[in-house]
Each structure stands twice: as structure tokens, then as C-alpha cells.
């Protein structure tokens, strides 16, 4: 069915419209995508077009309405993003295998076939576009570090939707190349749910042509050091804990592949309790992710927000003894004789928004409730702290949040994980000693072992 050339002229929040028109240049079928913005019309639209990577054109991130939203969110103050790229061949996903394409030839080819869409461009353009005097639509580029990459598993979970595991192999700008494995859901393509250092088993390695191993020893997502990092704080009350004879512990909301709990575990020596409101992410973190359920890991089926209401509800009432969630897989691990009881040393929350309409931010606007806040303290020792990963979608969302965290807790820190997009915000109960006046301790030693003493350094009180 020919379009309406004038289904064009007008802009219409979250408007999504795909068809395919011959590539002006082999004649063959390309894939058009046409997206509105959801923000009402502006006086003066701006349009802008990106041409699909090659090889990617299954990609969720290019072949899905949430991808080309992010994409358009991405993109300072655009109205209408128009997408442009080969036809996706029978499930959209990502291919079984992608390897990057860069020649001379590619390039010149790219170049010409964006001087041969712009007629059609402008014809994808709102009445609008023309009037101002605007008669060419520019193109975005769309970069990131992944070389090649193998699809390792499909599935779909029960909360999230469909997910997929793939290892990729990264361009970095020392000679090292470098491997991950990831995980990321169709709901929010762009963003990388989990992501680990994987190793070929060899002196060397091609993705999808040699085994690799998991390196859970090390944290590569940009935010889950910083968070560790905020260990530091109460460093001296934790080795007092170790030193006599119990394990910190750690309730961790938000799992994912379990990377964080997984860490805390084998390299800090934690009990780790962790909620995840898919079962199949859990399966899959178990069996891609090497996450390994037992005594010292144990992990709920649930919603975060209502697990750590449930938690704060039992002291508030002043019952503190073991959990009993009817969601809970394993029996919970707390020691009734631990002189903290059945509270956490730590809680790490890791929870992004699932509205692809917000684009990616965390934690959830639902989180910040003074509820949940209030329960969060009451499931903390004397000592604990509250830590929580944080992509702000303006600055308004974060000082509102920053507002409502100090009504609650005692005193804020935040460390900027460097990456432009996450930062790590830390509450704590009481006063706490200045990082600076720390001194040394077994246990400080091994988390300056473990990561990046530079997160340490540069923790900032709010």
C-alpha cells in the first residue's frame, strides 16, 4: 500500500510508521523508519536521519520501536528521527554472529547513499521543516566499541520480556583487545543490563570461534566499582565484623547476571542476599553468568520496592527475626546470633526504569518514596549504609531525589563513576568517619586490591 505523502506534514507524539522504498543506489529494499517524538511539537522541529550500521540491521537497537526511541532520546531536541538501513532477514534479534565492517570503499558508499536519500528525507519532513528555510536533514552517526559479537542465548522472562546473551569483543585504545559478556533486554536495547569480563581459554581468542571463561574477579560495568567503592566508609566497622566471626552482609535489589552479588562474594567475603522480580533472569545469571545460588548467595523472586517495605515493616513492628517471604527460593542464611541481627550491613540497589518513555534512568520514580526510603533504614545495622546506582534524566530528577534521601538518612556521598551517565549515591545511617581519616585495616587493603582506589579517592560528602 503506496504512503500518504501527507502523513508527513504533521508531527504526532510516539508516531511510528516503518516501510520499505529501493535503495537508490542497488536497487535493493531498505527498511524505513519514521519516529515522532513523544514531547509535544515544537515551534521549529528539528529532523535528523541515521543510516543503520552495517550488520546491525537486526539489532534491537535499530530493528525496534524502544531502540529507535533511545535512539531519538539521545539526540538533543529532535522531533523526528528518521532510520534507514537494510532489510532485517526473519526474527528481529541480533544475528547469530556481527562482525564491524570499516573499508574505504564502505565510506564512500555511505556518503553517496546519503546524498541519494535526501530527497526522500525532506519528503519524510514536517510542513513545518520546509518553511524555515531548511532544506537538508542532517545524519547522525551511531557509535560504540563493539567489534564482533555472538548471540550465546534468546529467551524470554516473565517481567522483563525477551532478553539475549552475547559476547562481544570491544575496541580499546591499548593493543589489548578486550572480551565481554552481556546481557540486555528488547524492553531497553541500548542499555546493558549486565556485562562481565570473559577470557579465551588459549593464548588467544576470536569470538564465536574459541571457548572463553568467565572473569567474575573483576567489574567492567562502569558503575559497580564506585558502588563497592563505597565500602571504604564504613571500612573499620566491616573488619571489626569479620574479625569476630561474621560475614558482612549485603542485600542486593536488582540482579540481573549477578556480577555485583557474585563480587561481593568471592573477592570481600560477603553474605549475599539478593531480589530479582524475573525467575528466568536468574536462570539465566546462574547458568551464563556463573552466579552460584547457595549458602552464601541466596536470592528472592519479588519486587525490590515491596521486598524492602516487607523488611522495614518487621522492625517497625519490632520483629526482628528471619525473613520468611513466601517468593524466597532457599531458606534466608541470617545467623540469629550475629550481634546485628537479621539486618544488613550494606543494601546496593541496582533498578533502572522500565518506561521506555523516560528514557534510560534509574532508579525508578516509585523508589523514591519515603516509605521505601524509611524501610531501607530500619533493614540497616547502626553503621549501614545505603548505596544506589543513579542515571539521572535531567537535573531536576536528581536533586528532587537528593532532597528525599536527606530527609531520611543521616548523611549523602556520591561518587561520579567518569562515564558521563551513572552516578553512585551512598546514605548512610549515622555519622561516619571521614574516608580520609580511615586508617588501614585487612579489609580496606583487599577492596584497594579488588578495585580501583582512584573510586575512593573520589567520594564526595553532599
Not at 104 to 131: R, W
Not at 272 to 284: H, I, K, P, R, Y
Not at 380 to 391: A, S, T, Y
Not at 406 to 415: G, S
Amino acid at each position: 500500500m503506496a504512503l500518504d505523502r501527507t502523513t508527513f506534514e504533521t508531527l504526532i507524539p510516539s508516531r511510528f510508521i516503518t516501510f520499505t522504498f529501493p535503495n537508490p543506489i542497488s536497487g535493493q529494499l531498505l527498511r524505513v523508519a519514521v519516529l515522532d517524538s513523544p514531547a509535544p511539537a515544537a515551534d521549529f522541529p528539528r529532523v535528523a536521519a541515521m543510516l543503520v550500521p552495517c550488520n546491525r540491521e537486526h539489532d534491537w537497537i535499530f530493528s525496534t520501536f524502544a531502540g529507535h526511541l533511545q535512539l531519538l532520546l539521545a539526540s538533543q531536541s529532535i522531533s523526528r528521527l528518521i532510520l534507514a538501513g537494510g532489510l532485517p532477514a526473519g526474527d528481529q534479534g541480533s544475528p547469530v554472529i556481527y562482525t564491524r565492517s570499516v573499508s574505504a570503499d564502505l565510506e564512500s558508499y555511505l556518503v553517496k547513499l546519503q546524498g541519494k536519500l535526501m530527497p526522500l528525507l525532506l519528503a519524510l519532513s514536517p510542513k513545518s521543516f520546509a518553511e524555515n528555510g531548511t532544506f537538508e536533514v542532517p545524519f547522525l552517526s551511531y557509535d560504540d566499541n563493539v567489534i564482533r559479537s555472538v548471540l550465546v542465548e534468546k529467551c524470554v522472562g516473565s517481567c522483563v520480556g525477551e532478553m539475549l546473551v552475547e559476547d562481544v569483543e570491544i575496541e580499546k585504545t591499548e593493543s589489548k583487545r578486550e572480551f565481554r559478556r552481556r546481557l540486555r533486554f528488547k524492553r531497553m536495547p541500548n542499555l546493558i543490563q549486565t556485562d562481565v569480563s570473559i577470557v579465551p581459554v588459549g593464548a588467544s581468542g576470536i569470538i564465536g570461534e574459541v571457548e572463553f571463561r568467565l572473569d567474575l574477579g573483576v567489574l567492567v560495568h562502569p558503575y559497580l566499582a564506585p558502588m563497592v567503592a563505597s565500602l571504604c566508609l564504613i571500612s573499620s566497622y566491616l573488619e571489626e565484623r569479620i574479625r569476630t566471626g561474621f560475614p558482612p552482609k549485603a542485600l542486593c535489589v536488582g540482579v540481573g547476571g549477578g556480577a555485583l552479588l557474585s563480587f561481593l562474594r568471592s573477592q570481600l567475603g560477603f553474605k549475599v542476599f539478593g531480589v530479582e522480580a524475573d525467575a528466568n533472569v536468574l536462570s539465566v545469571a546462574e547458568r551464563c553468568f556463573g552466579l552460584e545460588v547457595g549458602e552464601a548467595i541466596r536470592v528472592v523472586v519479588g519486587d525490590g520496592i515491596e521486598v524492602i517495605e516487607k523488611i522495614g515493616c518487621r522492625f517497625m513492628e519490632g520483629n526482628s527475626g528471619s525473613f520468611d517471604f513466601h517468593e524466597v527460593r532457599n531458606p534466608c542464611f541470617m545467623n540469629d546470633n550475629d550481634p546485628c541481627g537479621t539486618k544488613f550491613d550494606v543494601i546496593m540497589v541496582d533498578l533502572d526504569s522500565s518506561d521506555v518513555y523516560n528514557g534510560v534512568s534509574a532508579p525508578p520514580l516509585d523508589f523514591v518514596r519515603k516509605s521505601v526510603l524509611l524501610s531501607a533504614r530500619l533493614a540497616l545495622c547502626k553503621f549501614g549504609i545505603f548505596v544506589i546506582n543513579v542515571i539521572p534524566p535531567n537535573r531536576s530528577f536528581y536533586e528532587t531525589l537528593l532532597r528525599e534521601f536527606q530527609k531520611v538518612f543521616h548523611e549523602l556521598y556520591e561518587i561520579d563513576s567518569g562515564n558521563g551517565e551513572n552516578y553512585v549515591l551512598i546514605a548512610t545511617v549515622s555519622t561516619i568517619e571521614s574516608p580520609l581519616s580511615v586508617g588501614e585495616n585487612a579489609f580496606l587493603m583487599k577492596l584497594k586490591q579488588s578495585i580501583s582506589g582512584a573510586y575512593m579517592d573520589s567520594i564526595r560528602k553532599i
